[in-house]
């Protein structure tokens, strides 16, 4: 499972990151982070507020940092 976290690498950006990779630990699953900062490839990938979360190819969180249990249960 591949976790993009889009913005500017703000405390927020970071803090989405972690709670999206204390997500997958607490599931056990395969996975690997992605921090985009570029502004180019954050508007190519139709994001519109940061940090944002995408996982594989879907936005699931944008212009907010959510909880770990919230990712969590998004992912299963």
């Given at each position: 499972m591949k976790?993009?976290?889009?913005?500017?690498?703000?405390?927020?950006?970071?803090?989405?990151?972690?709670?999206?990779?204390?997500?997958a630990q607490a599931l056990d699953l395969d996975y690997e982070i992605e921090k985009i900062t570029d502004t180019n490839q954050i508007i190519d990938a139709g994001i519109m507020r940061t940090p944002a979360l995408m996982v594989d190819d879907d936005i699931l969180v944008e212009g907010k940092v959510i909880t770990p249990d919230a990712i969590r249960l998004m992912l299963s």
């Open positions: 976790f993009s976290i889009y913005g500017s690498g703000c405390a927020k950006c970071q803090a989405l990151a972690k709670n999206a990779e204390a997500a």
